[in-house]
């Protein structure tokens, strides 16, 4: 089975600092990170591999830096490392990524199963998985909380819901977005720190995923970020008192003037 | 690489459950497992063997993570490279080959045992025997304090195999745990190290096959004590880790502490202890690093090199925990503060794997030994 794995680098949740000026996340000086959903993925994928044989083959999109979670997937247990890298890839909303990982995926020869991390803690917007699997035209089930079943040409899986879970058949190839809960992802080894240390990492740039550059970077993103701002945290707040029914009474009234 | 790998472990796995395994006196089974999944119980044994092959100090770099994090768990981890070395270092081809790799991998924990009731400092004092008997040697007796006892699967125990000769008169031997006549006493009740196991292994009537011998018969004494050499900068660092825990929360609890309208870390006072720990700290580091150096270029004189850096630290980090704790008053007395488990668990560093003094005599018989030769 050949699956691949999409990684994101993003900075650590710990070390957000906003930029007082222009309100956007500053990067310098704060440390990149997988995404934390995407590490559960990587290790599904291992499992998988572990399991079942197979390739595992992690996947991003980003700067020469991002070079850095490849490795660190690689020490993790992951056989291949693909870096989709190039300037026209800049400024790339969701709907560009996806265009530009079903290129990079298409020139790979494809995939049994593409594993995402559910959302990526940065821009928290959950449209990369299921875009993709849009693109390449392939069946996907988000928020996977565990594979259940697996076998040539179909997997039963398990969808994570608010009141429960959906047991859902997917035939291959397809592609699923997992949640933290699906397993626990293992710490890298020696061994996988060595081979990940001496690794020849695959980069591919626009013109190698025979990319059309209108629909690449911030050219080919509808999405423009006007205006990046914090929220001010008004403290104004009343105190209604009074007996059970002057309160409601009062709290009827404030709440009719603003209707 | 090893560095960082340790770390993690340290920071991911042992430090948020140090607290825990010390009040439930419970065996880091989890940790020691993800250790292995990590690849680290093989790093000093040899590429042959499954192994990685680094020599001294790689280990010593990867314990003083581990020390940092916790010196219980840490102690654990140790012990099972403790019972490898004299395979190691004695051991025919066919028992590498036999039990390294199952090392290598922590499929299978090692325990060395030579302490017993009344042959601590003085190993002369050894009442285990093992007698040839046909294709089997038996062993009767009790060694005491052995660490990882009841966790281990192989044991490296030192026995009198005969008594007329002297300190030449002693064997080692590989037990494993599944032999007939082989068995365990109670858990100790620890001050410190409280996740490390501590037990009595009980020797009656125990068969073994002829070929369990490590070395020659007589030549125990000798594996025990290379053993010993190369294993007591594992112990420093042990202390370098732990003194560096310990000096970490100092700093930074003198740091937000406020009296007298000022953090504490203001005050000259508290400077100085502060100051006086990382330099102590500081000098002990480069001690080991440099015994560890030394010990990997295989040089005949290993031992002064060894006792001193083992003496020197622990020393170091008996002072620096105790100091710890006086930095953090009232709290580092308490045990919502990790800084009391440290000084407890700093003391057996001074005791075990030769006690300070022993180390002493060490050194001293060395310097006496070089400057006859001038």
Partial sequence: MKIIVCVKQVPDAKDVRLDPKTNTLSREGVQSIINPYDRHALEEAVRLKEKHGGTVIVLTMGPPQAAEILRESVSCGADEAVLVSDRAFAGADTLATTYTLSQAIKKIGGADLILCGKQAIDGDTAQVGPGLAVRMDIPYVTCVRKIAQVSDQTFVVERLMDDGYDEVEVALPALFTVVKEINEPRLPSLKGKMKAKKLAITTLTAVDIDADTAQLGLKGSPTWVVRVFAPQLKGDRTMIEGTVQEQVDQLAEKLLKWC | ?374
């Avoid at chain 2, 720990?277 to 560890?292: F, K």
């Avoid at chain 2, 100091?323 to 709290?331: I, P, S």
């Fill in chain 2, 1 to 374: 690489m090893i560095v960082d790998l340790s770390r993690q472990i340290a920071d991911e796995l042992i430090i948020p459950q140090r607290a825990a395994l010390d009040e439930s006196e419970e065996f880091p089974k989890d940790i020691l497992d993800a250790v292995a999944k990590a690849d680290l119980f093989g790093i000093y044994i040899p590429e042959e063997y499954g192994g990685f092959g680094a020599g001294t100090f790689e280990i010593v770099l990867a314990l003083e993570q581990f020390g940092r994090g916790c010196v219980g768990v840490a102690t654990a981890f140790a012990a099972s490279a403790l019972g490898a070395f004299p395979i190691m270092i004695s051991g025919s081809e066919d028992m590498k080959r036999k039990y390294l790799p199952e090392i290598a991998t922590g499929a299978k924990k090692a325990a060395f045992a030579l302490t017993e009731a009344n042959a601590g400092s003085d190993a002369s004092g050894i009442q285990t025997t093992a007698v040839l008997d046909g294709d089997e040697w038996v062993l009767n007796g009790t060694k005491q304090w052995i660490t990882n006892a009841g966790e281990a699967k192989i044991y490296t125990v030192i026995a009198i195999t005969d008594r007329s000769k002297g300190p030449r008169g002693a064997s080692m031997f590989v037990v494993e745990d599944t032999d007939p006549g082989f068995s365990y006493g109670v858990k100790e009740k620890k001050l410190g190290i409280r996740a490390s196991s501590t037990r009595e292994l009980i020797f009656k009537d125990c068969r073994i096959p002829k070929d369990r011998l490590i070395g020659r018969e007589g030549t125990g004494f000798i594996t025990v004590m290379k053993t010993l050499d190369k294993s007591r900068p594992g112990i420093a660092i042990l202390g370098v880790g732990l003194g560096q825990a310990a000096l970490d929360e100092a700093v930074t609890y003198a740091k937000q502490r406020v009296q007298f309208g000022k953090p504490i870390i203001s005050f000259q006072a508290v400077q100085h202890m502060l100051a006086d720990m990382a330099i102590q700290l500081e000098a002990a580091r480069a001690l080991v690093y440099a015994a560890a150096k030394h010990i990997d270029a295989h040089p005949k004189d290993m031992s002064k090199a060894s006792s001193m850096c083992k003496v020197f630290a622990t020393d170091m980090a008996m002072k620096v925990t105790v100091d710890a704790v006086q930095v953090l008053g009232g709290y580092g007395y308490m045990r919502d503060y990790p800084v009391e488990k440290m000084m407890r668990d700093a003391k057996i560093l001074q005791i075990y794997e030769g006690t300070n003094q022993i180390q002493r005599n060490v050194v001293g018989q060395e310097l006496n030994k070089e400057y006859t030769k001038a």
